[in-house]
């Protein structure tokens, strides 16, 4: 199986509907933040091992417990997928912090104070 066949696509569709649902109802961990997302998961194609993108809208403590919560139970999320995905394998997992929306609201929040400093340039320049 190729890495990006549709087979492979389907399986981190179906993974990753699953995780999000044990994270959200399943585990009672205190260490996970009430604010985390499955990002995005990718399947290796012989099933063997999994990469789990995680997103926590919080402060940088509340990430590095989040992961160490989701790390520390991972033999638990492991059997919940056995029993609620049927797979041949089911994948050893690997949580990987995710901070690309972090990222995309830095962005977007200076681009906004470009586009006013610019903005109240150009009023400037009008008056003059």
Known sequence: MRKNSIKNTRINGEVQKELSAIIRGEIKDPRIHPMTSVMAVEVAPDLK???????VLG???????????LSSAEGYIRRML????????TPEIRFILDESIEYGVNMSKLIDEVAKKDASQGKLEEEE
């Open 49 to 55: 091992t999994c990469k789990a993108y995680i997103s």
């Open 59 to 69: 402060s940088d403590e509340a990430k590095k417990s989040t992961i160490q919560g």
């Open 82 to 89: 056995a029993k609620n995905l049927n797979l041949r394998n």
